[in-house]
């Protein structure tokens, strides 16, 4: 798993040498940012998990941001991140309208079909659309809230989980050689 991951993701020497990181050095070269071992790569994975539900271009700096304060493995954070993209933005914050609607209650926020443009001038639609926008606000952003809360620790422990599983195998696997070599 570490050999394919480290297959990946850049090398710290390769980003060392970039031009445009050059200015953050001291803080963005620091060891435990780079370094991949299952405490760094578990926080990695709940960082890339909570901050890929933010919205636009934010996220991967969010995330940088986060691998910064936490210690963890900065490129498996920023990979992570990319769980949201066009093909699963619009079911993923359909579920986390869903769920800050459950959390809001009933009549907190009814999902209705955007505007149809229709025969309405550009301008009429815009502010349809802006209006239809802003009535899904609150259980939305309630439900990506709740929806990251819940993703960051579940993927904390399933990746921890799945390290530990790893290495068990391969402790099973190194005494199982051991014996049969052994005969």
Partial sequence: MRRLLKRYLPDHESLAANRWLAPFGSTLFHPRLWHLNRHSAAGAIAAGLFCGLIPGPFQMPAAAICCLALRVNLPLALITTLYTNPFTIVPIYLLAFTIGEWILGPGAGQFTAP???????????????????????????????????????????????????????????????????SL
């Fill in 115 to 181: 505007p149809d443009m229709g025969s309405t001038g550009l301008l009429a639609w815009l502010e349809a659309l802006l209006a239809w926008t802003s009535g899904l606000g609150h259980p939305l952003l309630l439900g990506l809230i709740a929806l990251a809360g819940m993703l960051a620790p579940s993927g904390y422990l399933l990746t921890r989980l799945a390290w530990r599983y790893y290495l068990i195998r391969q402790w099973h696997q190194r005494r199982t050689r051991r014996s049969c070599s």
